[in-house]
């Protein structure tokens, strides 16, 4: 019902997240003229109208249930592959041996493609079938470039995607099996980055960068919504987002503002703790700073592919974002980031590495009194665990020879 039946659009104008310049929603827009994003704006009056409590409560849990809250226009322009909503899963184990409220982890590993990057790009491609893109590129650490590979071959767009040469095997191969043309370089996102935007000038094609086009802001977003919907329409007391272009928490941050604006939630915010690896953390950096903006971080390393961004052009929202909420950027080490992954299997939970930093942070917020041990915290697990290698802790038995069970 979500993807087909007929309902109203609400978008009004684009608007640059730094100056508020405003631009055509129907036109194929980049970034704006002063190389900063470009944010939807909607008729909220109208969307209040529309959507409410009770016609969200009657709809399928999918993504595209806030359709009125959404950029694309019409049924026919959505490319979907089945975007569930993601469960709410308490970490039991972990809040007992804290003495604390057991953290909720959201984990987006459930959707197509298994990373939550299907939620932007799902809207980023869906726009860009609506404007008459023809074929796009962009930069990925792995997960962004699956997700962009299997919604443009849903599509029939092309898509080239360029990747650092240690971009984990099965991200590649992942690529690539979904038809993209997939290219390592020698460098880092940002290389890649800087090499699509040639590209994109020389051949034509539409750049689908991070915070490079309005869209997956929208469906990123979407974590926001369905976050406050799966609480009651309540929002917890602090959310950790592994950040590395920001893009969730730009858009969890604008899906609160959107929401208190059509009546479904007050004026309470959480603490948004952007979440960063010590080999890369520029927004901890510059927030520890008090600035605005954030340099690159040089020879950027961590295990953690998907927060490996040196350099983000939405630096400003994601600070911002943090800011307002009374909440800080964080930076945890690759030992602390793995041993929470290992303990939240524990737990039965598979964490992405990513994943793992958000528990590790929550353990460093913990002890430097950030969080009290009695709130509600949600922790975001970017992707399963099960595209990441695993350490092998399986024991061998010799069928032919005789076998001692006892202590198994």
């Known amino acids: ?20 310049e405003r631009y055509d929603a129907d036109v194929l827009q980049g970034l704006s003229r002063v190389g900063r994003p470009l944010l939807v704006r909607y008729d909220l009056d109208g969307v209040r109208a529309a959507m409410t409590k ?3 409560a009657a709809r399928p849990a999918d993504l595209w249930k806030y359709r009125e809250l959404l950029p694309v226009r019409t049924a026919a322009n959505i490319v979907s592959l089945g ?7 308490t970490l039991d184990r972990v809040g007992d041996a804290r003495g604390a409220r057991a953290p909720i982890v959201k984990d987006e590993g459930r959707l197509p493609t298994g990373s939550f990057k299907a939620r932007g790009l799902v809207m980023a491609i869906s726009m860009a079938k609506a404007l008459g893109v023809r ?26 995607i360029f990747c650092p040469d240690d971009t984990p095997e099965i991200n590649v191969r992942e690529i690539a099996a979904q038809g993209a043309r997939v290219y390592r370089v020698n460098g880092l996102i ?28 929208e469906g990123k977003k979407t974590m926001g919504l369905e976050l406050a919907e799966q609480l009651g329409w309540t929002l917890p007391d602090a959310i ?21 604006r059509i009546g479904f939630i007050g004026p309470e915010r959480p603490r948004m703790y952007a979440v960063q690896a010590e080999g890369c953390a520029p927004m901890v950096r510059a927030f520890e700073a008090g600035e605005r903006h954030a340099e690159r971080w040089e020879d950027a390393h961590t295990v953690a592919a998907g927060i490996r961004v040196p350099k983000a052009v939405g630096d400003f929202l994601i600070l911002d974002a943090v800011r307002e909420s009374k909440g800080a950027a964080l930076a945890v080490s690759d030992d602390a980031l793995l041993a929470a992954v290992d303990e939240a299997a524990g737990d039965g939970l598979l964490l992405c590495p990513e994943g793992g930093a958000t528990l590790a942070a929550y353990d460093r917020a913990l002890a430097e009194g950030m969080v009290g041990r009695d709130e509600r915290v ?15 802790k399986s024991r061998t038995l010799d ?7 006892t202590g198994l």
Not at 1 to 15: A, C, K, Q, S, Y
Not at 240 to 253: A, C
């Open 240 to 260: 950790f987002y592994p950040t590395g272009g920001g893009t969730g928490l730009i858009g969890m941050w604008k899906a609160f503002d959107e929401l208190e």
């Open 83 to 89: 975007e569930t909503a993601t469960p709410l899963v």
């Open 190 to 217: 940002d290389d890649c980055g800087a090499i699509v935007g040639a590209a994109c000038k020389q051949n034509g094609w539409f750049d689908l960068s991070t915070l490079k086009e309005p869209y997956r802001i």
């Open 399 to 405: 069928r032919h020879g005789a076998i001692d069970l």
């Open 135 to 160: 074929t796009i590129a962009m930069p990925t650490n792995g997960n962004a470039g699956a997700a962009a590979a299997a919604y443009a071959a849903r599509a029939g767009i092309e898509a080239v």
């Open 1 to 20: 019902m979500n993807l087909i039946e007929d309902r109203p659009g609400f978008v009004t104008h684009l608007e640059c997240g730094l100056t508020g």
């Open 54 to 56: 009770d016609v969200l």
């Open 378 to 392: 949600v922790l975001f697990n970017c992707a399963t665990g099960l595209k990441y290698p695993m350490p092998d």
